[in-house]
DNA sequence: TCAATAATAATAATAATTACTATAATTGAT
DNA sequence: ATCAATTATAGTAATTATTATTATTATTGA
């Protein structure tokens, strides 16, 4: 972990992540730096989103549907999957109620609760104007 | 979907996930299954065990690491996967607070919220238990 | 400037899942 | 029970998502 250099295509794969709020892709990350870096591998960007998660400074996020997805804003929050159109969105809900439930799971654990993610699943804002399209 | 036919291989899938606690994989179900269907293909299992998850008769739980895995209970509950041996665990949390959970999240939210999931993230009794060993 | 070492691009390989198709099983009506 | 209609299956091919390999390039600290 201490053995880490900066690259050029780490730093725009963070700068990007942390001014989308998109949740995108490996891929569409891809598609982005690739613009102001044209020969980037998608191994660099994969590798370096993983990287940037398992250094804290990305949220990877697993859907049912479609690869993973990731997030450059750090802060505890949650997520919305929109049934219709797929989109992610976030959902920032109170800080304190996230630790609680931390806390509350552990209670219920035979081991030891460090963190969790949750997925909401509704209906965007967007998708509920065009009316029952599913 | 109301052009479903029964057939006995679907029945077998929903008989052993209502019999495990293992939360597994499609594969896992595979060989399990195998044994009393020789010849059942792992197409076969992915489309029924979609198909159950379809009708609500199963959860399909998405994982950062390796694929989806599946749970026949579907009595509103929460996952631990162990961050040492991968491991889900079920976890019962108060089922009124669970439907708290989805009243708290829609009214931060400009759609509508349906339902959720959450994954913990810990360190499992067993593992808790060997971890002087590593 | 230079050597050590990590990162990259390009590609190959793997893992997970879905699509295709000819045959078999289920169903509902005779 | 038989039969036609239709869905499900097994076997296989194809696709998607992701990781591994490797020769070359970039970064770093002396």
Redesign the interface.
């Known amino acids: 972990m201490a053995n880490l250099k900066y690259s050029r295509q780490r730093a725009a794969i963070k700068e990007y992540l942390s001014h989308t709020l998109e949740h995108p892709t490996a891929d569409t990350v891809y598609l982005h730096i690739k613009e102001e870096f044209p020969n980037i591998s998608l191994g660099t960007v994969y590798r370096n989103l993983n990287l940037l998660a398992d250094m804290g400074d990305a949220i990877?996020i697993?859907?049912?549907d479609g690869g993973?997805r990731f997030d450059g804003h750090v802060n505890p929050h949650?997520h919305?999957v929109?049934?219709s159109c797929g989109k992610v969105?976030d959902?920032?809900?109170d800080e304190q109620?996230i630790q609680e439930?931390?806390k509350?799971?552990?209670r219920?654990?035979?081991?030891?609760?460090?963190?969790?993610?949750?997925?909401?699943?509704?209906?965007?804002?967007e998708?509920?104007s065009k009316k029952w399209k599913n």
């Open positions: 990877k697993s859907t049912p993973d949650y919305v929109c049934r969105s959902l920032e809900l109620h439930v931390n509350l799971a552990d219920c654990f035979e081991g030891t609760i460090l963190s969790h993610t949750t997925l909401f699943y509704g209906i965007c804002r998708c509920e």
